[in-house]
């Protein structure tokens, strides 16, 4: 089965950038969709077919992919950032969505 | 505004049965595939199963396949997950989701608040 790998736990400073990478086989020929999850809350969609911002979402979110890595690039960060992000993917050989293990991004 | 409000989550034992239902509002429902994410305590998000818009073509994660099965009533605006065999690791936060087209494999644009489901004796 296809599996996406995302780092346990990004720390980062307001005002500056974290970036989230997203881990899989190929990961580049797929669609790469972003979730924000905070405490006690449904997930939230931040960023689909890989760069795109659903409306209401900040610009300072952003995403970008190629080779075997995705990305999920917070610019200007701020306290209110601070939650889960998931990465996903349609994994087409098996007709099911998979989901990234899950970041916590902590606001310093 | 797209509203999906899950309900009939509950305590069961193990080997029980339920059925969650997801009422969706907001949206031409039967114009977009729909699906059931769940979340362990504690744990991440986990894809559980989908549907295409008409309800003609069912998807299932390989943990779940067999044991549930997802089907939706175009005419209510209801989306339902059938949970049998229900086992300790099924305990979990079921969230209903909105697709982004008719057909599976784009994105989960809306979600619902989730019900929780337990399983335990």
């Known amino acids: 089965s296809y599996v996406l790998t995302q780092p346990p736990s990004v720390s980062v400073a307001p005002g500056k950038t974290a970036r989230i990478p997203c881990g899989g086989n190929n990961i580049g020929s797929k669609s790469v969709q972003w979730y924000q999850q905070k405490p006690g809350q449904a997930p939230l969609l931040v960023i689909y077919?890989?760069?795109d911002r659903p409306s209401g979402i900040p610009e300072r979110f952003s995403g970008s992919s190629s080779g075997n890595t995705a990305t999920l690039t917070i610019n200007r960060v701020e306290a209110g950032d601070e939650a889960d992000y998931y990465c996903?993917?349609?994994?087409?050989?098996?007709?099911?969505?998979?989901f990234g293990t899950g970041t916590k991004v902590t606001v310093l | 505004e797209v509203q999906l409000l899950e309900s009939g989550g509950n305590l069961v034992q193990p080997g029980g049965s339920l059925r969650l239902s997801c009422a969706a509002a907001?949206?031409?429902?039967?114009?977009?595939?729909m699906s059931w994410v769940r979340q362990a305590p504690g744990k991440g998000l986990e894809w559980v199963s989908g549907?295409?818009?008409?309800?003609?073509?069912?998807y299932y994660a390989d943990s779940v396949q067999g044991r549930f099965t997802i089907s939706r009533d175009n005419s209510k605006n209801f989306l339902y997950l059938q949970m049998s065999s229900l086992r300790a690791e099924d305990t979990a936060v079921y969230y209903c989701a909105k697709d982004g087209s008719f057909e599976m494999g784009t994105t989960l644009h809306s979600w619902g608040r989730g019900t929780l489901v337990t399983v335990s004796s």
């Open positions: 907001g949206f031409s429902f039967s114009s977009y595939a």
């Open positions: 549907v295409n818009g008409r309800g003609s073509s069912t």
């Open positions: 077919y890989d760069t």
């Open positions: 996903q993917v349609w994994e087409s050989g098996s007709d099911q969505y998979v």
